[in-house]
């Protein structure tokens, strides 16, 4: 983030902590009135119009940044349910995505995804690879949404031998200040 907010001089950095700002989890009532809203183009209750209006908070949030940089801890081999909750928040049909004609249509062209993420174990060689399901499907997610650039970082083996992890951390952050430059010039 450090080196984002460094190379970002003329821009304005929203922060959004999904620890303390935790998303909405879809339930019936709300799924309802997104299906009504979103699919049937049904008119909703004020009621219903509440039950999405976090959703579509963090939905605008998405659609007025040019850059969304997503940054979290591996949980089970894929994303904390927090930051899955997020990506269900704003990936609603018509705002972020649509269909048409048979196909899937990404809305977010022109803006640009990077995804941080770090994990205990080492997922880029050997048995544990097929496992890792926190940038793939972080990358998947922003694609789908139509992102013109999609990058992802993974800083794996926190949680091993005291020189791997050191050297992963380097790598790291270098990789995520050449995406900074690459950006942001
Ligand atoms: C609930 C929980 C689940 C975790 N699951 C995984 C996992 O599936 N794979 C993995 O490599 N690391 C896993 N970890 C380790 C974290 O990804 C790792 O501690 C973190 O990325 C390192 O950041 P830290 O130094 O801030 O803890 C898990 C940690 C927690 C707390």
Do not use: C
């Amino acid at each position: 983030m450090a080196e984002f907010k460094s190379k970002v001089k003329n821009s304005t950095i929203e922060e959004l902590d999904l620890a303390k700002d935790v998303p909405d989890l879809f339930l019936a009532d709300n799924l309802m009135a997104y299906i009504q809203r979103d699919y049937l183009k049904q008119d909703i209750s004020a009621e219903q119009k509440s039950l999405l209006s976090k959703m579509d908070k963090m939905i605008e949030q998405v659609k007025s940044s040019d850059v969304v940089v997503l940054a979290y801890p591996m949980f089970n081999f894929s994303m904390p349910a927090v930051v899955k909750a997020w990506f269900d928040s704003i990936m609603l049909k018509g705002h972020t995505w649509n269909a048409q004609d048979g196909k899937y249509l990404g809305l977010m062209k022109g803006k640009k995804a990077l995804t941080i993420v770090s994990s205990g174990g080492s997922y880029s060689t050997g048995p544990m690879k097929a496992l890792e399901h926190a940038v793939s499907l972080s990358n998947a997610e922003f694609q789908f949404m139509g992102f013109s650039e999609v990058k992802g970082i993974l800083a794996e083996g926190m949680n091993g031998a005291e020189d791997a992890k050191s050297s992963n951390l380097t790598k790291a952050f270098e990789e995520i200040q050449a995406i900074a430059h690459e950006w942001y010039q």
